[in-house]
């Protein structure tokens, strides 16, 4: 059974948490959960879609950072530039993706991967790009 589910406009998609490789990040979402928001597209990454937190600290250093994740990665971006130039955030990568913000190039931990249903996601990502926000919410999976 999947760990932790992501709910985006409906269409439910099982994740795993990528707790051996970032047990810090994978532990201080878990206290978040359930979590939901709006999920937009993104502006310089690519094939992604994302949620902006804004200045909410999460109290996270980086571990198991990537700037490209592939096609059903999610990756916590923890924050640390100023506001102006890229903020704390939640990526889903959803096809080719380097993680990026207006000043440049951004890593980000990867610490949940969805591989089932990865066609959907990508038509969810391209509905978002075309369509607008959707809403978004994370919560522990069946076990």
Known sequence: MAEIEI????????????????PNTVARIREL???SDRIIHVRW???????????RDLS??????????????????PGGMPTS?????I?????????ASKAGPLAG???LTISDKLDALARIGRSVLW????NITFRAGAR
């Open 7 to 22: 709910d985006i406009a409906g269409e439910i998609f099982p994740a795993r948490f990528e707790a051996k490789d970032a």
């Open 60 to 77: 996270l250093g980086f571990e198991n950072a990537t700037s490209h994740p592939a096609p059903g990665h999610v990756i916590v971006y």
């Open 45 to 55: 990454s690519g094939e992604a879609c994302w949620i902006p937190m804004g200045e």
């Open 109 to 111: 931990n990867h610490f």
């Open 85 to 89: 130039l890229s903020e704390t955030e």
């Open 131 to 134: 369509d607008g926000a959707k």
């Open 91 to 99: 990526l889903i990568a959803y096809g080719p993706c380097g993680f």
């Open 33 to 35: 959960l359930p979590f």
